[in-house]
Nanobody, 127 residues
């Protein structure tokens, strides 16, 4: 089992920055990839960014088109954390942000590829 806890959400204004952190515990040695997803009110859960948890020869971090150039995902394997740095936030970024861990894929973008999920943290961006 892998337990994930998100932190860092809050309410900001458009153009501001915010950083989210996901802390993993438990059987983290089984994790291959970590990701952030988000779910806006009345919408489905959508992919935001992913990063391989372990070193591999494939591509590095991947991002959804709406956040490319504004969001950066990083990791610290020594602390078992994954961070999502969000810049130039827009009202449409308002959502609950979820951290997810995959034991099968290094940099997947589908919710079905992820076995473990955090409880989520709210991000609200006002105009």
């Amino acid at each position: 089992q892998v337990h994930l806890v998100e932190s860092g959400g809050g309410m900001v204004r458009a153009g501001d920055s915010l950083s989210l952190t996901c802390t993993a515990s438990g059987e983290t040695h089984t994790v291959r990839g970590m990701a952030w997803f988000r779910q806006a009110p009345g919408k489905g859960r959508e992919f935001v960014a992913t990063i391989p948890w372990r070193n591999w020869s494939g591509p590095g971090p991947r991002y959804a088109d709406p956040v490319k150039g504004r969001f950066t995902i990083s990791k610290d394997n020594t602390k078992n954390t994954t961070t999502l740095e969000m810049n130039a936030l827009k009202p449409e970024d308002t959502a609950i942000y979820f951290c997810a861990a995959s034991t099968s894929f290094f940099a997947a973008t589908l919710t079905s590829n992820y076995k473990y999920w955090g409880q989520g943290t709210q991000v609200t961006v006002s105009t």
